[in-house]
């Protein structure tokens, strides 16, 4: 043995076990840092750029919920990015690192109830697998999305529930639903937990009336800057006119795409769960089913959505793979061990891309694999005032350039469904109102399906550039000089 490490290996005995405790927690809080760090310089998101651009123009006046902002999620995870903002700038890099910061603050909960569960030492396996599984990018876990923002709040929410604090859990399940709606998992979990330990009606009562804390002031805010109508449309009611298509090939494409994550975590504690305490099976089966509901909420069923099984599979897995260990069955220890190092194979070769090749790779989409140039396209050929329109899903680029988006409906989804918007979308274009509109070559019949959006483009728009398959048109009138050599 090298003789640092027997130094090392002395000093940890030296240590006393609560300072063991500590300094394992640390080491695994920055181990979930650390393995993001190669993907800080990964171009943004369709996601993170509504949640940085909508932070950005509310902190500067814009109304949420408005015709000049709208986005039909929740305050919290806005406020979230407005803090991170504050705290760390507004770049890529920072925008990254804060949503990695938010896991890092997730590990120790998954630490506590791990050790509540079982034992010490599948408490630490089971942060470690936490802190590394959930930056898989075939969950998209290394972005800063609402997703891994809620499951702090959540999981810390269920370990105050397991020591009997059902007010302050109630509190934090509030906050977990205003980050991202399908925290409401962790309310349903809650009840679950109540009913499983007969829990007294008082204790249904806090938990509940702490968990309408959040969800409260959500409502007052609305009410006192848009009103009842905007505010009930943008959060409830625009998601009636919404009807996905084929959800149940969304579901099967997206459960095989993020397989790499969940299928060793599962394989690997089903493998030892005959080892295991029946009543903690039991617990972590309703954490698993009680997560369910709340990804299907948004009927998408997308990678990042796959991120809330992360924290109970993590668990099951390092619980089962301590036992296999300790009740010496050696065919099962390397099956689940060979198992739950799959992530090296299968997450290790994107660390290693450059930002293009591992944009590309991953999501398959110009207006993200080359946000970056587009935004700075548009920063040297445009004003602050000047606004522009990226057809149909690019916030991220609005953001990075520091340009209003001319239409307020910033995701596609919203241009398919919602009632008028296709509508206005034309009439803005054929008025020319943006300075530029941003498009690639190909668009989804959804957004466009008479194609008007396409002729009045082509008849108030030309053709001034293109970066990869991003096409970028100006205004007619605009277009010679840009088109000049």
């Given at each position: 043995?090298?003789?640092?490490?027997?130094?090392?290996?002395?000093?940890?005995?030296?240590?006393?076990?609560?300072?063991?405790?500590?300094?394992?927690?640390?080491?695994?809080?920055?181990?979930?840092?650390?393995?993001?760090?190669?993907?800080?310089?990964?171009?943004?998101?369709?996601?993170?750029?509504?949640?940085?651009?909508?932070a950005?123009?509310?902190?500067?006046?814009y109304?949420?919920?408005?015709?000049?902002?709208?986005?039909?999620?929740?305050?919290?995870?806005?406020?979230?990015?407005?803090?991170?903002?504050?705290?760390?700038?507004g770049?890529?890099?920072?925008l990254?690192?804060?949503?990695?910061l938010?896991?890092?603050?997730?590990?120790?909960?998954?630490?506590?109830?791990?050790?509540?569960l079982?034992?010490?030492?599948?408490?630490?396996?089971?942060?470690?697998?936490?802190?590394?599984?959930?930056?898989?990018?075939?969950?998209?876990?290394?972005?800063?999305?609402?997703?891994?923002?809620?499951?702090?709040?959540?999981?810390?929410?269920?370990?105050?529930?397991?020591?009997?604090?059902?007010?302050w859990?109630?509190?934090?399940?509030?906050?977990?639903?205003?980050?991202?709606?399908?925290?409401?998992?962790?309310?349903?979990?809650?009840?679950?937990?109540?009913?499983?330990?007969?829990?007294?009606?008082?204790?249904?009562l806090?938990?509940?009336?702490?968990?309408?804390?959040a969800?409260?002031?959500?409502?007052?805010?609305?009410?006192?800057?848009?009103?009842?109508?905007?505010?009930?449309?943008?959060?409830?009611?625009?998601?009636?006119?919404?009807q996905?298509?084929?959800p149940?090939?969304?579901?099967?494409?997206?459960?095989?795409?993020?397989?790499?994550?969940?299928?060793?975590?599962?394989?690997?504690?089903?493998?030892?769960?005959?080892?295991?305490?029946?009543?903690?099976?039991?617990?972590?089966?309703?954490?698993?089913?009680t997560?369910?509901?709340?990804?299907?909420?948004?009927?998408?069923?997308?990678?990042?959505?796959?991120?809330?099984?992360?924290?109970?599979?993590?668990?099951?897995?390092?619980?089962?793979?301590?036992?296999?260990?300790a009740?010496?069955?050696?065919?099962?220890?390397?099956?689940?061990?060979?198992?739950?190092?799959?992530?090296?194979?299968?997450?290790?070769?994107?660390?290693?891309?450059?930002?293009?090749?591992?944009?590309?790779?991953?999501?398959?989409?110009?207006?993200?694999?080359?946000?970056?140039?587009?935004?700075?396209?548009?920063?040297?050929?445009?004003?602050?005032?000047?606004?522009?329109?990226?057809?149909?899903?690019?916030?991220?680029?609005?953001?990075?350039?520091?340009?209003?988006s001319?239409?307020?409906?910033?995701?596609?989804?919203?241009?398919?469904?919602?009632?008028?918007?296709?509508?206005?979308?034309?009439?803005?274009?054929?008025?020319?109102?943006?300075?530029?509109?941003?498009?690639?070559?190909?668009?989804?019949a959804?957004?466009?399906?008479?194609?008007?959006?396409?002729?009045?483009?082509?008849?108030?728009?030309?053709?001034?550039?293109?970066?990869?398959l991003?096409?970028?048109?100006?205004?007619?009138?605009?277009?010679?000089?840009?088109?000049?050599?």
């Open positions: 043995m090298p003789s640092f490490v027997f130094t090392l290996s002395t000093a940890w005995r030296r240590l006393a076990t609560a300072q063991q405790r500590m300094l394992a927690v640390i080491g695994a809080m920055l181990l979930a840092v650390l393995v993001r760090a190669p993907f800080f310089r990964w171009p943004l998101i369709a996601d993170e750029g509504v949640y940085a651009y909508t950005h123009w509310w902190s500067r006046g109304a949420l919920y408005s015709a000049d902002l709208w986005m039909d999620r929740p305050q919290a995870i806005f406020v979230a990015y407005r803090l991170g903002m504050g705290l760390l700038g770049s890529t890099a920072a990254r690192l804060w949503g990695a938010w896991v890092a603050a997730t590990v120790p909960f998954v630490y506590l109830i791990a050790r509540r079982f034992d010490e030492r599948a408490a630490w396996l089971a942060m470690a697998l936490y802190a590394v599984y959930s930056m898989s990018p075939h969950i998209e876990g290394f972005t800063a999305n609402a997703e891994l923002f809620m499951l702090l709040p959540a999981t810390a929410s269920l370990w105050l529930l397991l020591r009997g604090r059902p007010g859990a109630g509190l934090l399940a509030g906050l977990a639903v205003m980050l991202k709606p399908s925290g409401v998992s962790a309310g349903l979990l809650a009840m679950a937990v109540l009913w499983r330990e007969h829990a007294p009606w008082s204790a249904y806090r938990y509940l009336a702490a968990a309408l804390l969800p409260f002031a959500s409502l007052i805010h609305g009410l006192i800057t848009v009103g009842w109508a905007d505010y009930a449309y943008a959060l409830f009611f625009s998601r009636l006119s919404i996905r298509p084929w149940l090939a969304m579901f099967l494409s997206n459960l095989w795409l993020t397989a790499p994550v969940w299928l060793p975590l599962a394989v690997a504690g089903l493998l030892g769960r005959t080892l295991l305490p029946r009543s903690s099976r039991r617990f972590l089966a309703l954490w698993l089913l997560a369910l509901p709340g990804m299907a909420m948004g009927g998408g069923w997308y990678r990042h959505y796959f991120a809330q099984i992360v924290p109970p599979l993590a668990v099951l897995a390092a619980a089962s793979l301590k036992a296999l260990y009740a010496g069955s050696r065919q099962r220890q390397v099956w689940a061990t060979t198992l739950l190092c799959t992530l090296a194979l299968s997450a290790g070769p994107y660390m290693l891309m450059s930002p293009h090749r591992g944009a590309e790779a991953v999501f398959q989409k110009p207006m993200v694999t080359y946000a970056n140039e587009v935004s700075a396209w548009v920063r040297a050929h445009s004003t602050p005032n000047d606004t522009i329109y990226v057809a149909y899903e690019g916030a991220q680029i609005c953001y990075l350039s520091g340009r209003r001319a239409n307020p409906y910033l995701f596609a989804i919203h241009v398919n469904y919602l009632p008028g918007v296709y509508d206005g979308l034309v009439a803005q274009i054929e008025a020319a109102e943006p300075r530029y509109v941003l498009t690639t070559i190909w668009r989804g959804l957004s466009d399906p008479d194609e008007r959006f396409t002729l009045a483009l082509h008849e108030h728009y030309t053709l001034v550039d293109t970066i990869d991003v096409e970028i048109y100006a205004r007619n009138g605009e277009a010679d000089a840009l088109l000049a050599p």
